[in-house]
T-cell receptor, first 115, second 113 residues
Framework: AQKITQTQPGMFVQEKEAVTLDCTYD???????LFWYKQPSSGEMIFLIY??????QNATEGRYSLNFQKARKSANLVISASQLGDSAMYFC????????????FGAGTRLFVKA | NAGVMQNPRHLVRRRGQEARLRCSPM?????VYWYRQLPEEGLKFMVY????????ESGMPKERFSAEFPKEGPSILRIQQVVRGDSAAYFC???????????FGPGTRLTVT
């Protein structure tokens, strides 16, 4: 069965430092997509980054990069040069062939950026 | 290009009333998904629709919940005879194709009193 696990309920990082948010997933499919979303206190869901299972390069989008380790089934989000505005909930998500069209979300990690 | 629009943003209903949540996808997007988020939890898939068709409703409760995406107009998530446990944030997302990333609306926060 498809599953997303985020083991860090909360994380603290100093402003301007890098932080890694962990995500592991479980699927028996070979074809799947991995996503990260940010949810600030205002509540909206903001798409950050996407990694396809067949992509050989790790995805990057500005200060966000996805550390994709297929054999370990992990898709960690790395945020470089943290900013105060990065304080939010972060959700890892997956969509695979077996799951059809639904996106499965992890429980989330709350990131606190300290000045 | 306007993003995904949802209304109302906040909805208060008494137990037993009906709740209607609306979602207008991004322009050019024909795929709509509804998710529910309980406090301090991740999003849970409810239903996936294309115009005039329900493609996957495996996450929808069997009773009281229904969804539609008519040929004209927004997608509607309807909850009949609401109970306190229906209190949650309901998010709509849209995508241009099945396997593309989904763009989320701001959500509707339903409170059942």
């Amino acid at each position: 069965a498809q599953k997303i696990t985020q083991t860090q309920p909360g994380m603290f990082v100093q402003e301007k430092e890098a932080v890694t948010l962990d995500c592991t997933y479980d699927t028996s499919d070979q074809s799947y997509g991995l996503f990260w979303y940010k949810q600030p206190s205002s509540g909206e869901m903001i798409f950050l980054i996407y990694q396809g299972s067949y992509d050989e390069q790790n995805a990057t989008e500005g200060r966000y990069s996805l550390n994709f380790q297929k054999a370990r089934k992990s898709a960690n989000l790395v945020i470089s040069a943290s900013q105060l505005g990065d304080s939010a909930m972060y959700f890892c998500a997956m969509r695979d062939h077996t799951g059809g069209f639904k996106t499965i979300f992890g429980a989330g990690t709350r990131l606190f950026v300290k000045a | 290009n306007a993003g995904v629009m949802q209304n109302p943003r906040h909805l208060v209903r008494r137990r037993g009333q009906e709740a209607r949540l609306r979602c207008s996808p991004m322009k050019g997007h024909s795929h709509v998904y509804w998710y529910r988020q309980l406090p301090e939890e991740g999003l849970k898939f409810m239903v996936y629709l294309q115009k005039e068709n329900i493609i996957d409703e495996s996450g929808m409760p069997k009773e009281r919940f229904s969804a539609e995406f008519p040929k004209e107009g927004p997608s509607i998530l309807r909850i009949q005879q609401v109970v306190r446990g229906d209190s949650a944030a309901y998010f709509c997302a849209s995508s241009p194709e099945t396997h593309h990333e989904q763009y989320f609306g701001p959500g509707t926060r339903l409170t059942v009193t």
